[in-house]
């Protein structure tokens, strides 16, 4: 089990999460191109960051607990997926924030930045579209 | 100062700025930002320590390259600057992006979407 360190703890955190989108009613998996692109934009200053620090010798990964499929022979698999896990948790925490917050107090602070951001319900029809026709 | 410190307060004063002055997300002066980062950073206790806990490390970091300052399981307290910047930066551009998509609708007067009753928020004015 030892190699699967890294990713399980990896797993685990989508496991731990998954609940926001599906029961709580986060809208993070369900707009895909979004998630994409916010990841490209976001991540790639970190990944780079990740790979100076490789480079400097501030970390490095340990071969016993990783899976040993290295990207470009320096970063492993597991380090690039956390640049796409730990975001996700991120913005499934940060919906789910908001929209248990709005639930709970449907005039308070919460709502109004739910509301704000596009994420409570009255203001999110079909945006795309709407974008378009406009 | 060592650099992985050094980057560390660079990336976090770079985010910060990019938020409260050049994009203006503004996301520091809400509510829902810090409830998130506060759950990310308990998270980050046991995840991270996962990773750095000197016993079983999956991530080595070389003592000469932080301030050395370990908290919690071993982890590097750099680590928590990385995980503010990384929070803060993934919720900024979803912000960007969920109102260059919805902008257009803004003026427009909203009426409560029947089509997604399982999300029901209700932010209702009145109702």
């Given amino acids: ?134 | 100062m060592p650099e992985y410190t050094l980057l560390t307060v660079l990336a976090v004063v770079l985010v910060v700025s990019l938020d409260l002055v050049v994009v203006r997300t503004r996301l520091l002066a809400t509510l829902g930002f810090w409830l998130t980062l506060t759950i990310m950073w308990v998270f980050q206790i046991p995840v991270d320590g996962w990773l750095t806990r000197l016993d079983a490390a999956i991530v080595r970091y070389d003592e000469r390259h932080f301030s050395g300052v370990r908290v919690f399981f071993d982890s590097p307290i750099e680590d928590f600057g990385f995980g503010f910047a990384m929070v803060l930066a993934t919720l900024m551009v979803w912000t960007v992006l969920s109102r260059r998509s919805t902008g257009a609708e803004q003026r427009r007067p909203r009426r409560a979407a029947a089509g997604e009753p399982s999300s029901g928020i209700g932010v209702h004015r009145g109702g």
């Avoid at chain 1, 993070?28 to 970190?46: C, D, K, Q, S, W």
């Avoid at chain 1, 690039?80 to 005039?107: D, E, K």
């Avoid at chain 1, 919460?110 to 596009?118: C, Y």
Wanted: hydrophobic share 50%.
């Fill in chain 1, 1 to 134: 089990m030892e190699p699967f360190h890294y990713l399980l703890v990896l797993v685990a955190c989508l496991a731990v999460t998954a609940p926001l989108e599906w029961v709580i009613g986060a809208r993070v998996y369900r707009r895909p191109r979004r998630l994409a692109l916010t990841l490209a934009i976001a991540m790639t200053p970190f990944v780079i960051w990740d790979l100076v620090g490789i480079a400097r010798g501030h970390w490095d990964f340990s071969p016993r607990y990783t899976l040993g499929l290295d990207l470009g022979g320096v970063m492993p698999l597991e380090e690039l997926l956390f640049f796409v896990v730990i975001p996700i948790c991120a913005l499934l925490t940060h919906q789910a924030v908001l929209r248990l917050g709005a639930r709970l107090r449907p005039h308070g602070r919460l709502a109004r930045e739910a509301q704000h951001l596009g994420e409570a319900p009255a203001t999110r029809p079909r945006c795309e579209e709407g974008a378009r026709r406009a």
